[in-house]
Structures are given as C-alpha cells and as structure tokens.
C-alpha cells in the first residue's frame, strides 16, 4: 500500500564536529520523492572544542552537559538559518530527523551515546522531532552502527548491482547491497579522523584541502603494510567503531606530508580490506562523505580497491548530504514503525524499528 511522502528535515553531526548537515527529503520511508535544499552550517572553533571535551564519556558531567547545549543550540540556529537562507517554512516539515552527537560509541558493552536534547528542538522549532536512532538497535544487542545502509539500498535502485557506497566521515563505512537488494554493512576503518588529527597537529590545519599535504608526500610502505594486519580489518562483520578506535599514532616520525600520504593510503587501504567480507565482488564503488571531496584519497581508493570508484555526486546524488538525507527517511521509517536495522547492517536479531518521537 503506498502511503504519502512526508516533508523530512534530516539533521547531521558526524565525529569529525565539523558542522551541522541540514537536508530535505521527501519520502515515505521506502520511496525518495524530490530532493529539497541542503546546508552546512560550521562550528564555530569554541563549539567544536566544547563538543569534542566530551568525547569518549560514559556519564553525564560537566563536560557532556555543556556539550549537549551546545549541541542542541547549533541544530536549532542550523534549522533557523536553512528556513531563511531556502525561503521554506518551518510550518510545512512534517518531521525532523535528529542524530544528535555521537560523543562514545562502544557496542562491545552495547553503549552508544548521541548527545542532542530532542524535546528543545521540538519546542524550539516548533516541528515534532524523531531522535535516538540508535538506542533500541544496540538495547536488543545490536551495533547501533551503521543506519545509513536502508536509505543506501533506496538509493540505488536503478543501478547495476553487487555495488558498494562507502561514506568516509571521521570514521568510514561501507554498504554492499546485492543483486535482491540484500545489506551488508560495517564500519570499515578510520575515514578523515586521523587525517584532520595529524593535519592540525603537525601542519596547523583542520584537514588536508583537496588532499594537497598528501598529494605531496610519500607513503611509507611498510608502515603501510603493518597497518593492513590491524585485526579489525580480518574481523568478521557485524563490527563498528568509536571515533578514537584508530589514530595518528602510526605515522609518528615521519614529515608532515609523508604522513599525510601515509594515513590517507591507510584509510584507503582499510576501505580496500572490507571487500573480503563481501559475499560477492562490487560492479563499483560509490563514495560520499567529506572524504569524497579529497582526490589524493580518492585516487588511493581506487589504487588499494582495483576497481571503479565514483563519487556520489556524480551519480546525481548529493555527497556531502547523504547522511542527512538518510535521517530525514529514518525519522519517516520510524513514525510508520519500519525497520532501521537489520541482521546484515548492525547485526540486530532481526529487523528492528527504533526512534523516540518528540513533540513540539
Ligand atoms: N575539500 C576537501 N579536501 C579534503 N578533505 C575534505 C574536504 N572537504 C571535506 N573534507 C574532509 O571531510 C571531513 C568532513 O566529512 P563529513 O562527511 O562531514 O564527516 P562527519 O560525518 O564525520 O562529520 C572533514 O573533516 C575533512 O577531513
Ligand atoms: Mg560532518
């Protein structure tokens, strides 16, 4: 039975804390309708500091309490700037999707933890808000990691199948999605968190732009190779990782642009190792996120992967405003009450809803 499209704001901070990712969607949580106007809104520097303090807490403290305002605060100012910037009225969203912050994500101990007050921002702007998208995954024994792939499977309906969509945030996951539509995802290594760590510490920048410090270093093969035999790589999914999981550590003693070269073949190469865990070969690879906008990486990809790899924007789709995308459908599956989770993406006991529903 078709059910109508909903209006869906999807609200995205992803482990880098670079900014807020606002996206419309029409959808009713199975078909994607038009797309609507999408718009990052950066941290400004104090937020961003604020925020990452929290990192890694397991209770509530002074730290994560000032995080969530801040947090909830950004969303809010984020929402407010994308109605005025794209003329549209907050009165004709039907639902916003709300990931929050992700602060500590360790599934081993079914703990994952997004910071964001979802009732502020209901009240606030005045829409009613679905947020906790993860929490009933990883109460029922589930990663909570990722969420994006059932909005990637509707994504690609059109095109030709085995394929991968590999989102490279801070952290990198992947989707494989089958020629009948089956899902298997994880999280396949560190996406941009350790470049932007190494780039701020050793050449006083918040990432490698246009992967220009990469491009013009060497990769330092045997350090390379050692950091293929990271068990992570060889575990079977499902499997997901915290923002701290991998570092820059392994590129210690080498100049700022050989390790630049050296971490961003890294990410590829652990984006490359996923491919064992596929149950067939991909036709290509297709790669969003803010890493989709480095071509050193990029390139890497396609060296370690020996395949065809595409941007998401060249499909046509919005690369950067994927993920918000995906929880404007989220917010919409979880109304209807449809599965976000699966056995093959979080590795959930079986299809499982999730959400908590705020109203204004
Ligand atoms: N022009 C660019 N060149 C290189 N890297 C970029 C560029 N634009 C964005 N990035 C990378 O993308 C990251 C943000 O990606 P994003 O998908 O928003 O991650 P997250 O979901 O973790 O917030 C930045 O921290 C940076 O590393
Ligand atoms: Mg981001």
């Known amino acids: 039975m078709a059910s109508s499209l909903l209006s869906a704001l ?23 309708g038009a797309f609507g106007p999408v718009l990052t809104v950066a941290y400004p520097d104090d937020v961003r500091r604020t925020i990452r303090a929290a990192f890694g807490a397991e209770q509530p403290n002074a730290a994560t309490e000032a995080a969530e305002q801040a947090v909830t605060e950004a969303h809010v100012a984020a929402v407010r700037r994308w109605s005025e910037t794209h ?39 005045g829409v009613r808000v679905v947020n906790d998208l993860r929490g009933a995954d990883v109460a029922a024994g589930g990663q909570g990691a990722p969420l994006v792939p059932i909005y990637h499977a509707a994504l690609v309906r059109n095109l030709p199948r085995p394929l991968a969509v590999v989102n490279v945030g801070g952290v990198a996951n992947v989707t494989w999605i089958g020629v009948d539509d089956s899902l298997l995802a994880f ?12 780039c701020a510490r050793r050449a006083g ?16 093969r045997t350090r390379l190779e050692r950091f293929g035999e990271h068990r992570y790589f060889a575990r079977k999914p499902p499997k997901s990782l915290d923002r701290g999981d991998f570092n820059e550590s392994w590129a210690e003693g080498l100049s700022a642009a050989d390790g630049a070269a050296t971490l961003t073949r890294g990410t590829a190469r652990a984006i490359a190792l996923a491919a064992r865990h596929f149950p067939a070969p991909v036709s290509q690879w297709v790669i969003s996120g803010g890493g ?20 998401a924007d060249s499909l046509g789709w919005n690369g950067d405003a994927l993920e918000a995308q995906a929880f404007g459908f989220l917010a919409v599956r979880s109304l209807r009450g449809l599965p976000l989770t699966f056995p093959g993406t979080t590795g959930a006991p079986q299809p499982l809803t999730g959400g908590r529903l705020h109203l204004p």
């Open 87 to 125: 003329g549209v009225a907050l009165s004709s969203l039907d639902v916003v999707g709300f990931h929050g912050q992700t602060i500590t994500h360790r599934p081993e101990k079914h703990f994952t933890w997004q910071i964001g007050d979802g009732a502020v921002l209901a009240k606030a702007l």
């Open 205 to 220: 920048q918040r990432f490698d732009k246009d992967g220009a410090l990469a491009a013009s270093g060497k990769v330092d």
């Open 10 to 32: 999807g609200l995205m901070s992803g482990t880098s804390v670079d900014g807020v990712d606002v996206a419309l969607i029409e959808t009713d949580g199975e078909r994607l």
């Open 187 to 198: 999280d396949t290594g560190p996406g941009n968190g350790p470049i932007d760590d190494w």
């Open 292 to 311: 989709a906008s480095n071509p050193t990486l990029l390139k890497a990809i396609a060296g370690e992967t020996r395949g065809r790899v595409v941007t």
